[in-house]
């Protein structure tokens, strides 16, 4: 027996040998910048999105002012070269709550959008309403490839802010 399994062990070593080692993907953040943050105010439904053209662009900057007594103007975005990343949560329980796209990160086959949730906690937190409010973050980004935009990850990390004692 051991015969027979001393030229197939060497095969399998041969065969580890000849493959390309596996690379860990390569991760890019992508940078970005700030068209709209609103602590509140925004669409009342959940949005994660990645716009790639005007007429999407025009559909979801009417839905993030929807409840605007006017529709302010839109910024104009070079979509060849450019992308908007939209976040939008439901709602959140109190506006001691923030949201914000903190990074975007591209790897060879995956575009992730992490968005930073943030609350406050501690003995020394100021007490808030009761109230929801409707978080929305809109960042401008360079324009990825398109097999990444058809394949986007939003993460949500949770994070907290022990409130300091005064003075």
């Given at each position: 027996m051991p015969t027979v399994l001393r030229p197939l062990s060497l095969f399998i070593v041969l065969l580890w040998l000849a493959l390309p080692p596996i690379m860990a993907q390569q991760a890019e953040e992508v940078p970005f910048e700030t068209i709209i943050k609103y602590s509140s105010n925004g669409p009342r439904k959940e949005?994660?999105?990645?716009?790639?053209?005007?007429?999407?662009?025009?559909?979801?900057w009417k839905?993030?002012?929807?409840?605007?007594?006017?529709?302010?103007?839109?910024?104009?975005?070079?979509?060849?070269?450019?992308?908007?990343?939209?976040?939008?949560f439901e709602y959140l329980p109190?506006?001691?709550?923030?949201?914000?796209?903190?990074?975007?990160?591209?790897?060879?086959?995956?575009?992730?959008?992490v968005v930073k949730e943030t609350t406050?906690?501690?003995?020394?937190?100021?007490?808030?309403?009761?109230i929801l409010i409707y978080p929305l973050?809109?960042?401008e980004a360079e324009r990825v490839k398109n097999k990444l935009i058809r394949n986007v990850q939003f993460e949500v990390e949770r994070g907290t802010v022990d409130c300091q004692p005064p003075g």
């Open positions: 949005l994660q999105r990645i716009v790639t053209d005007k007429r999407d662009w025009k559909r979801i839905k993030a002012h929807r409840n605007f007594p006017s529709l302010p103007p839109r910024p104009e975005v070079d979509f060849s070269n450019r992308m908007i990343v939209v976040v939008a109190d506006p001691s709550y923030t949201i914000a796209i903190s990074k975007i990160i591209m790897t060879e086959d995956l575009l992730r959008v406050r906690s501690g003995r020394f937190c100021a007490p808030v309403p009761d973050h809109i960042v």
